[in-house]
């Protein structure tokens, strides 16, 4: 058998070359692709979930806020020598309605311990709204001075039967910036020192719009759904119910983009459907195109009105 020599190749010609590095620039673009893709899923997928928890964890303390709102001991410790009554609650200064809100404003004073009123020169961020609950607190049987822990404000501190009227519990939400970050805010009450003071709740949270069920008959059933700004200054004791929306964002490039019709890009705090035909600024929300997600949650909360 004659064996024949075995072909050598000696090089590449410059056509293989090119092929090949097509090729390889193919698989290397694909990959590329491929891992964007991957990765902005991912992002999205995380901003998605860590929206749902901010929003998850705000809706819970506001509620629990709404919730507290009314609540008072008919008759107070002994030891602490005041009886506080339902005439505590009502117009005054500062006003201590049980629930009260501000249209398309910010908590005006931190400090101030007869100021937790809003500035309403309509400089809400994205124009929101505020949302104030006052409330009695409870004390231990055993040291009426100190709290029993029952009566909680939304910084988490527990209030013990006050000593005035202006010792009152509260809960007061509004939407400010920290570091060119969103984030709602909480004011309350620190019965040691006699101040008040802001603390922050959540991050990323936008915008918040609260509407209000007004009862005019009495009778604990929404007649209708009004802006604090038609609520007249007596009409906060015809209040049963409210309803809380809010526009949360995801970090930078969570978003998958926007689409190419503009309105579709609108969010509706409360709800578009909710929102009907009423104009006022902030119930409607149009998100600049900065590669955020952003959602949109809301919420109703029933109002203890003891005015009523």
């Known amino acids: 058998m004659i064996h024949q020599p075995r072909a050598r190749q000696h090089g ?3 056509v293989e070359l090119m092929v090949s590095m097509v090729l390889m620039l193919l698989v290397t673009l694909a990959t590329v692709a491929l891992y964007n893709v991957s990765n902005q899923s991912y992002k999205t997928v995380d901003a998605n979930q860590e929206i749902d928890d901010t929003a998850r964890y705000t809706l819970d303390i506001i509620g629990q806020a709404v919730r507290n709102a009314g609540y008072q001991e008919r008759i107070g410790p002994k030891s602490v ?3 506080e009554a339902d005439a505590v609650f009502g117009l005054g200064t500062p006003i201590v309605w049980p629930i009260w809100g501000a249209n398309n404003s910010q908590i005006a004073s931190t400090t ?5 009123g809003a500035d309403t020169n309509l ?7 505020t949302l104030v609950s006052r409330f009695f607190g409870s004390s231990d049987v055993a040291n009426p001075t100190v709290a029993d822990g029952t009566m909680v404000d939304c910084s988490g501190r527990a209030h013990p039967y006050p000593v005035g009227s202006l010792a009152l519990g509260l809960s007061a939400f509004f939407v400010a910036t920290q570091d060119g970050e969103p984030e709602l805010r909480c004011k309350s009450f620190n019965p040691a020192t006699g101040l008040y003071s802001a603390s922050a709740v959540a ?8 509407m209000y069920g007004f009862d005019s008959n009495a009778d604990f059933i929404v007649d209708r759904w009004i802006s604090s700004q038609d609520v007249t200054a007596t009409g906060w004791t015809n209040v049963s119910a409210i309803r809380v929306g809010l526009v949360v964002r995801g970090s930078p490039g969570s978003s998958q983009g926007q689409s190419a019709t503009a309105s579709e890009n609108d969010l509706y705090p409360l709800g578009q459907s909710f929102t009907g035909a009423s104009t006022e600024v902030g119930l409607k929300f149009t998100p600049p195109a900065d590669g955020r997600l952003r959602k949109v949650y809301s919420s109703t909360f029933l109002v203890r009105n003891t005015l009523r």
């Open 123 to 129: 400089n809400g961020l994205n124009a929101s709204d």
């Open 81 to 83: 020598g005041v009886d």
């Open 112 to 116: 101030s311990a007869t100021d937790f």
């Open 203 to 210: 991050r990323g949270v936008e915008s918040m719009q609260v």
């Open 12 to 14: 590449l010609t410059l």
